[in-house]
C-alpha cells in the first residue's frame, strides 16, 4: 500500500491494545509486595495465583491492593475521621512463572458500614482494562452480612471473595474467568 491508500483507511482513532506482558518491566519496586515490613506485629502473608479462562496460571499479571490499617482509617486527605500519617495500606506484585503472588500486610479494620476487606486490582495480558474485586476473611464472618457490598452479591458466587487461612495467613486466588470466576466489580 501506499501511503497515501494508507491515509485513505485510517480514520483517526488508534485501534485499543490489551494490557501486554510488560508490567514486570516498569511498574514494581523492591518493597511494594510489602504493604508492611517484615517483623511487623500482626502482619500476614496473602498469597494467591492468578488464572486464565482456561485454569492456566498467568505469569505475567500484576495484583494490586489498597486497605484501611488496623483501625479502618487511611493516610489520605478525604478520610473523614482524620488522616493517619505514614500509612501506606497500597502493595504491588507481580505474578512469577506459576502465576503466583505475595503481599505482607495486616489485617484491615472496618470501614463504616463494610466488613474488613482489601481492594485488588488484577492487570493482565489480554485485559483492556484492570479488573477490580475485594478479599474479605474468614475472621469477620459477622461482619459479612452486613457489608453492602458483599451481600449484593448473590451466593454461592460470594465464596470468591472470601480468602481462606493458609500457613498462618490466608490465601486468595484469582480466576479471571470460567468455572470459579472472581467476582468482579463495575467501579
Same mark, same amino acid.
Given at each position: 500500500?501506499? &501511503?497515501?491508500?494508507?491515509?485513505?483507511?485510517?480514520?483517526?482513532? &488508534?485501534?485499543?491494545?490489551?494490557?501486554?506482558?510488560?508490567?514486570?518491566?516498569?511498574?514494581?519496586?523492591?518493597?511494594?509486595?510489602?504493604?508492611?515490613?517484615?517483623?511487623?506485629? +500482626?502482619?500476614?502473608?496473602?498469597?494467591?495465583?492468578?488464572?486464565?479462562?482456561?485454569?492456566?496460571?498467568?505469569?505475567?499479571?500484576?495484583?494490586?491492593?489498597?486497605?484501611?490499617?488496623?483501625?479502618?482509617?487511611?493516610?489520605?486527605?478525604?478520610?473523614?475521621?482524620?488522616?493517619?500519617?505514614?500509612?501506606?495500606?497500597? +502493595?504491588?506484585?507481580?505474578?512469577?512463572?506459576?502465576?503466583?503472588?505475595?503481599?505482607?500486610?495486616?489485617?484491615?479494620?472496618?470501614?463504616?458500614?463494610?466488613?474488613?476487606?482489601?481492594?485488588?486490582?488484577?492487570?493482565?495480558?489480554?485485559?483492556?482494562?484492570?479488573?477490580?474485586?475485594?478479599?474479605?476473611?474468614?475472621?469477620? &464472618?459477622?461482619?459479612?452480612?452486613?457489608?453492602?457490598?458483599?451481600?449484593?452479591?448473590?451466593?454461592?458466587?460470594?465464596?470468591?471473595?472470601?480468602?481462606?487461612?493458609?500457613?498462618?495467613?490466608?490465601?486468595?486466588?484469582?480466576?479471571?474467568?470460567?468455572?470459579?470466576?472472581?467476582?468482579?466489580?463495575?467501579?
Amino acid at each position: 500500500m501506499t &501511503t497515501t491508500e494508507l491515509g485513505a483507511h485510517f480514520d483517526g482513532n &488508534t485501534p485499543s491494545q490489551t494490557v501486554g506482558p510488560f508490567l514486570s518491566i516498569g511498574l514494581p519496586w523492591p518493597d511494594g509486595p510489602d504493604v508492611v515490613p517484615a517483623g511487623t506485629p +500482626g502482619a500476614v502473608l496473602i498469597v494467591g495465583t492468578v488464572f486464565d479462562g482456561a485454569g492456566d496460571p498467568v505469569p505475567d499479571a500484576m495484583v494490586e491492593t489498597w486497605q484501611a490499617d488496623p483501625d479502618g482509617r487511611f493516610d489520605h486527605p478525604d478520610d473523614p475521621r482524620g488522616r493517619v500519617a505514614g500509612w501506606r495500606g497500597f +502493595g504491588r506484585c507481580p505474578t512469577d512463572e506459576h502465576g503466583d503472588y505475595v503481599i505482607r500486610t495486616v489485617l484491615p479494620g472496618a470501614l463504616p458500614g463494610q466488613a474488613p476487606h482489601l481492594d485488588v486490582s488484577v492487570f493482565a495480558r489480554g485485559l483492556l482494562h484492570r479488573v477490580v474485586t475485594r478479599i474479605y476473611f474468614p475472621d469477620h &464472618t459477622d461482619a459479612h452480612a452486613d457489608d453492602p457490598v458483599l451481600a449484593s452479591v448473590p451466593q454461592p458466587r460470594r465464596d470468591t471473595l472470601i480468602a481462606a487461612r493458609h500457613d498462618g495467613g490466608y490465601r486468595f486466588d484469582v480466576r479471571l474467568q470460567g468455572p470459579g470466576e472472581t467476582v468482579f466489580f463495575d467501579v
